[in-house]
């Protein structure tokens, strides 16, 4: 017992030392009282502190509305705070679990918003860089989830601006396609080229690019000695655009079209 005894007092010394200057856990929040800590941070630009805030609610709260709206939140704060890859996860984890929420309009706006944002330079730098080396990948995620939203939730106050962005979306989708066709043109790559620009009759039927895409499909199939192919894109330009004065050389030849959009 002689020797237990101061064996035991060290260890309550230690115990007590470890605990000085250590502030006292806070008494527990109920969720509400987090999520609006959580809001306040949000509130102030603070994004990473909002994020670990909300985070923390969902982990003491994995269930209700507040756990539910923290999801979403996560996802606006990330997008702030310039994290498109975590904002674009904890967007899609709120869709796939709560596709009936009153803010899932909400949702797939904010997908499209990310989206549209972070491919940003795809339209901001568009004419500084060759676009047949990307893939706009983000363009084409965010014209999707934007005609989402309008297809689903037509009458949602997201959906006017949605179809906005989308107008856009469609000229610059159908804008990279005519350009890739012009690089496979310019190196000889004529069915790739045609290929190409059959994808803008295709998919942006509803664009004034159909025109040059049907310039360069006729001048491609040309090329490759494929004379029934150009000359039905030759009478599907002549009978749509009766008036056109687009040829081959200034379609192949003039870069700044592109560069104007």
């Known amino acids: 017992m002689t020797r237990i005894l101061p064996a035991l007092v060290a260890g ?3 115990a007590g030392c470890s605990t000085i200057g250590k502030p006292e856990e ?3 929040a109920s969720a509400e009282e987090m999520y609006r800590e959580a809001q306040q941070e ?4 603070n994004y990473a502190s909002a994020v670990k805030r909300f985070e923390a609610l969902s982990a003491r709260y994995p269930y209700g509305r507040y756990a ?10 990330n997008y702030k705070d310039q994290e498109p890859t975590l904002a674009l996860a904890a ?5 796939k679990q709560y596709p009936a929420h009153p803010s899932v309009d909400y949702a797939y706006y904010l997908k499209g918003l990310i989206n549209f944002l ?4 795809l339209f901001a730098a568009i004419s500084r860089q060759d676009l047949s080396e990307r893939d706009p990948r983000a363009a084409r995620e965010s014209f999707e989830a934007f005609r989402d939203l ?4 037509p009458n949602s106050r997201y959906a006017e601006d949605a179809r906005d962005r989308l107008a856009f979306l469609v000229t610059a989708l159908a804008d990279h396609e005519l350009h890739v066709a012009r690089y496979y043109y310019k190196r000889g790559a004529y069915l790739a080229a045609a290929n190409r620009a059959k994808v803008v009759l295709e998919n942006y039927s509803h664009t004034d690019r159909v025109e040059r895409a049907l310039v360069m499909m006729s001048a491609a199939y040309d090329k490759l000695g494929m004379n029934e192919l150009r000359d039905d894109s030759r009478r599907v ?4 655009y009766p008036n056109s004065k687009l040829t081959a050389e200034i379609v192949f030849a003039d870069e700044s079209w592109w560069k104007l959009w």
């Open 12 to 14: 309550l010394l230690l």
């Open 26 to 28: 806070p008494k527990t």
């Open 42 to 45: 949000l509130s102030e630009g």
């Open 68 to 77: 539910q709206q923290a999801e979403l939140e996560i996802a606006y704060a």
């Open 91 to 95: 967007v899609d984890r709120f869709i």
């Open 118 to 121: 972070e491919d940003r330079t």
């Open 150 to 153: 309008i297809t689903r939730f």
């Open 237 to 240: 330009l002549e009978k749509n």
